[in-house]
């Protein structure tokens, strides 16, 4: 999705709906609104970000992953289909409507047992302490207020040596997007590496890439050993 479409989009979709009522679709997408119009703006404008995410997670055959707040899932199917072992990949996203979206769009990776997806909340996750190698998410951050007791969560599940590579925007490119103030925490990379490190994660690094429509960052940390 070009910058521009991406501007005109929000400016119609702000012409139609109340600034809160948009930042709510974006916590928790639901029915029509979450299927045909927020997954595709997830899809197309998010694309970016998740292929950083993908490189960066650098995946072997031997990872067990996580992702948290998949949304429409297509980062989850691409790491199914490069771990390509079974019972290694999760997903967790605790919208039904997000859920049913990516069981629809991962059949397959489903069916054949190489990605199971769960409906659930960040804040108590349900799998056992240190079971993943790796756990991912993308553009949930801003959701978690306060942040501390999800972050501690996807520390608890990692094993110690585990990597934590979280996409985000930065307080700039939400500022430009006009989105709600309350639903949308806002955090400058010396914030949010405080906040990592607070919670326990350590090895904390910040990454910007250039990108279309948007930057792309993403923060990546490690459970010590
Ligand atoms: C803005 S969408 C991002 C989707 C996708 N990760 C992307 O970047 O395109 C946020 C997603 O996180 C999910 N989510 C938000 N807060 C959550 C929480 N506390 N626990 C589980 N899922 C959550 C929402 O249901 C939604 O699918």
Request: aromatic share 10%.
């Amino acid at each position: 999705m070009p910058g521009w479409l991406l501007k005109f989009s929000m400016s119609f979709l702000r012409m139609v709906m109340t600034p809160k009522g948009l930042a709510k679709q974006a916590r928790k997408p639901s029915g029509w609104y979450g299927k045909y119009i927020a997954q595709p703006m997830f899809l197309s404008g998010n694309a970016a970000l998740n292929q950083l995410i993908f490189n960066k997670l650098d995946l072997s055959s031997n990872d067990v992953v996580l992702e948290v707040g998949f949304g429409p899932g297509a980062l989850l199917g691409q790491i199914a289909e490069k771990v390509n072992r079974s019972n290694n990949v999760f997903g967790l996203d605790f919208s039904p409507t997000m859920l049913a979206e990516a069981q629809r769009r991962n059949r397959n990776l489903i069916e054949s047992g190489l990605l199971h997806l769960q409906q659930g909340s960040s804040s108590n996750m349900p799998y056992t302490e240190s079971y993943f190698s790796k756990i991912c998410c993308s553009n949930i951050l801003y959701f978690w207020q306060p942040p501390e007791p999800h972050l501690s969560e996807i520390l608890r599940c990692l094993q110690p040596g585990g990597q934590l590579v979280m996409g985000f925007r930065s307080a700039d490119q939400i500022n430009a997007m006009q989105l709600d103030n309350e639903v949308f925490a806002r955090y400058s990379d010396e914030e949010l590496e405080s906040l990592l490190k607070r919670v326990g994660f350590s090895d904390v690094a910040i990454i910007h890439q250039s990108a279309e429509p948007l930057d792309s960052y993403v923060a990546i940390a490690t459970k010590s050993v």
